[in-house]
Structure formats: structure tokens, C-alpha cells
């Protein structure tokens, strides 16, 4: 039974460049949450998706920021024209459908270095 | 603002003891609490999870209580063993409307367990 995958594991970009991670939810999962890890600090919420739909996206940067869950496929969290200061760990978590369920499964993150 | 913060940044102990880590928060609209364990360079791991109508909850070796009087949560863990030593964070979700589905996580505190 898989977990939350994510990849990849380490990404490396110069300013300017665009980065793209992706996110497989769990199995029978259909909500996906983004967050960023700054270091020596707690996650901070980004989006909340479900499938074709942005559900929240009070985290989001206004700019240069964008999140999508297509019907197929994995979620992919897209940073366009990155600067040094979008280097983080990004790691994406998963719930299964309903209302009632609440907790988050994460995966193992993706380190974004920007040079 | 919300927020949820930890008291004790970091925590030493010895194996075999019982360790006790607290959290502290600020949103008295919070139903739902979770701790999660994160090791370095992983992704956070679900330990245990409680909601606002209970004041405690008992895991494997691992009890989270919940005193919504003075908005604070602790996460105790029992017979304490190298294994353990990680970053914990405790974090909290709202009853609905734009706080759904969004975590908001504390800063976490650093336990270490010396042999």
C-alpha cells in the first residue's frame, strides 16, 4: 500500500527558472494539500485541492504560485521565475474523500535549491 | 491571528524515560489536533490525533491530552527510546468554512534520546 510519493526528491534551479513537483496521493485518496518547509520552521499551509478543483488557496503566493489537480494524473505545484528565497522542502499530504476525515498523510518531500 | 506554538524548543532525556512535549494554541474554533513526528530529511509521520470532545487519547506508547480551557495540548511518550529522537509538531485544524482542510503547524520542538 503506497504512501504519498512526490518528486523529485531534490530539485535544483537557477533564478528564473521554473520549477515543477509532483504529487501522488495515497491510494483511494482524492484531497491533496501542499506545504512548505522553511528550515528550523513548521510546515505553512499553500493549497488544498481536490480533483479539478481548488478548494483553498489562502498560502498561495499571489504570484508566480500555481497548484493543480487534474482528473488524472498527480497534483503538480508550479513556481515560475524562482528566487533564491522559494528554496524549501515542499511536501504534500493526502486525505481520503468526506467530510470526516481529517488527517493528513504526508510524503517525503521535495528540497527545491535555488542558486 | 492563529497560531500554534510550542513552549519548549527542545527536550533531552534519557532512553527509557517518559517524555512529555507541549503545545500551545491560540484558536478556541480548533476541533481537531494532531502531533506528527518528522526525522531528518523525511517527510512528517501521523503518531496520534484527537479531536475537541475528548481530553485524551492513548496510542501505542503514546498519549496526547487536550485541555481546551487554557488551549493546550502535550503529547507524552512512554518508555522513551532512541527511535523517538526527531522533531515533533503538533498541529490544528478549524471547524469549517475557510479554516477547512488547512493545518496550521507549531514550530516544533527537538527531542533527543541519549542511550
Known amino acids: 500500500n503506497a504512501g504519498v510519493m512526490q518528486n523529485p526528491r531534490h530539485l535544483v534551479r537557477r533564478r528564473g527558472q521554473e520549477a515543477r513537483l509532483r504529487c501522488s496521493p495515497m491510494?483511494?485518496?482524492?484531497?491533496v494539500y501542499w506545504y512548505r518547509q522553511l528550515p528550523e520552521e513548521g510546515l505553512k499551509f499553500m493549497v488544498y485541492?481536490?480533483?479539478?478543483?481548488?478548494?483553498?488557496e489562502s498560502g498561495m503566493p499571489k504570484e508566480r504560485f500555481s497548484a493543480e489537480f487534474p482528473k488524472e494524473g498527480p497534483s503538480i505545484l508550479r513556481i515560475q521565475q524562482v528566487v533564491r528565497g522559494d528554496s524549501a522542502a515542499y511536501f504534500c499530504?493526502?486525505?481520503?474523500?468526506?467530510?470526516?476525515?481529517?488527517?493528513?498523510?504526508f510524503g517525503p518531500g521535495t528540497r527545491l535549491t535555488v542558486l | 491571528g492563529e497560531s500554534v506554538g510550542l513552549h519548549l524548543p527542545t527536550l533531552s532525556v534519557q532512553e527509557g524515560d517518559n517524555s512529555i512535549i507541549n503545545c500551545a494554541y491560540s484558536?478556541?474554533?480548533?476541533?481537531?489536533f494532531i502531533w506528527y513526528k518528522q526525522e531528518s530529511g523525511k517527510g512528517p509521520q501521523f503518531i496520534i490525533d484527537?479531536?475537541?470532545?475528548?481530553d485524551k487519547r492513548q496510542g501505542q506508547r503514546v498519549t496526547v491530552l487536550l485541555n481546551k480551557t487554557v488551549k493546550h495540548l502535550s503529547l507524552q511518550i512512554a518508555a522513551t527510546q532512541p527511535g523517538d529522537s526527531a522533531v515533533y509538531f503538533c498541529?490544528?485544524?478549524?471547524?469549517?468554512?475557510?479554516?477547512?482542510?488547512?493545518?496550521?503547524f507549531g514550530q516544533g520542538t527537538i527531542l533527543t534520546v541519549h542511550p
Open positions: 484527537i479531536r475537541s470532545n475528548m
Open positions: 485541492l481536490q480533483k479539478e478543483n481548488i478548494i483553498d
Open positions: 498541529a490544528e485544524k478549524g471547524a469549517g468554512g475557510t479554516s477547512y482542510g488547512k493545518l496550521t
Open positions: 491510494k483511494g485518496h482524492s484531497h
Open positions: 499530504a493526502s486525505s481520503p474523500p468526506g467530510h470526516g476525515t481529517d488527517t493528513q498523510y
Open positions: 484558536n478556541s474554533a480548533s476541533d481537531y
